[in-house]
């Protein structure tokens, strides 16, 4: 079955890095595309990033283009977000995702003073 462990949560100033991982099982990760995707309090789910399966092409929503880099470590099945100069409306829950039907648990991201 498939699993998406998403981890590197937590809380962090404006202006603060992070750098979230997401450990993958069940499938063959290094198949498939991925992406990362955030869901602010009371809003819906918005994508973030993607990646291609080899991890040679990258793609990002306009918000978190310049501060957010997206990666891949296919060996240890591990998908990373690094994200730089943080901002508060950066503040979400954020999933890795194989599809749209296999999201991880997600983990909290905050952005305060």
């Known amino acids: 079955e498939v699993q998406l462990v998403e981890s590197g949560g937590g809380l962090v100033q404006p202006g603060g890095s992070l750098r979230l991982s997401c450990a993958a099982s069940?499938?063959?990760?290094?198949?498939?595309?991925m992406s990362w995707v955030r869901q602010a309090p009371g809003k819906g789910l918005e994508w973030v990033s993607g990646?291609?399966?080899?991890?040679?092409?990258?793609s990002y929503a306009d918000s978190v283009k310049g501060r957010f880099t997206i990666s891949r470590d296919n060996a240890e099945n591990t998908l990373y977000l690094q994200m730089n100069s943080l901002k508060p409306e950066d503040t979400a829950v954020y999933y890795c995702?194989?599809?749209?039907?296999?999201w991880g648990q997600g983990t909290q991201v905050t952005v305060s003073s």
């Open positions: 995702a194989k599809s749209i039907r296999d």
């Open positions: 069940g499938f063959t990760f290094s198949g498939y595309g």
């Open positions: 990646i291609n399966s080899g991890g040679g092409s990258t």
